[in-house]
């Protein structure tokens, strides 16, 4: 595989909402052994350096999938795959790296790679496992120059509701959010 014909992106976090580019196409995907987990500080969107927020990345997870969607750059669009790449580079550089990961559709069949944004253990903003309360916490207080943690969770719910895509990780977050 050359990494300079990878042309597709895997969202799985504020992707799927607000990708910031027009993908030429968006199509259902999992990326299996990965699990969707809020183990991010994030000092630049949704919350700030004295008081960080709460996003996703993808933490290994041998047993696990992570559904999300697969979106088909256009090498003849407005913006170049490049122009795109660098953009997401940007944006998702609190820790985060760009990784090429291998998909499947969710019925199983083999899809082929795509760009991921990832944070792993170790990068500057690792916020990894929290307990319910203090988690809560922190996302109700956290606000960046994005916009609210707590809004930040809540559409991500939202979006993989509406795409009826299972996470009950999101989904129990959301509802302790919501409730508390």
């Not at 697969?70 to 820790?95: I, K, M, N, T």
């Not at 916490?137 to 943690?149: C, E, K, L, W």
């Amino acid at each position: 595989m050359r990494v300079e014909s990878v042309t597709r992106v895997f969202a799985y976090g504020s992707l799927i909402w607000r990708p910031g580019f027009a993908p030429r196409r968006r199509d259902p995907a999992v990326l299996h052994g990965w699990s969707r987990r809020f183990w991010q500080g994030s000092t630049d969107h949704r919350g700030t350096p004295d008081a960080p927020g709460r996003v996703v990345t993808l933490v290994r997870a041998v047993e696990s999938a992570c559904h999300g969607f697969v979106f088909e750059l256009d090498p003849h669009g407005v913006l170049d795959v490049l122009d795109v790449l660098d953009a997401l580079d940007q944006r998702e550089s609190g820790g985060y790296e760009r990784s090429v990961v291998t998909l499947t559709t969710p019925d199983g069949q083999a899809m082929g790679d795509a760009w991921a944004w990832i944070a792993h253990p170790g990068n500057p903003h690792w916020a990894g496992p929290a307990e319910p309360d203090a988690l809560v916490d922190q996302i109700r207080s956290a606000v960046g120059p994005s916009g609210t943690n707590l809004d930040y969770v809540l559409e991500l719910a939202d979006a993989l509701s509406q795409a009826e895509i299972a996470d009950p990780q999101v989904e129990l977050l959301a509802r302790w959010l919501r409730t508390r």
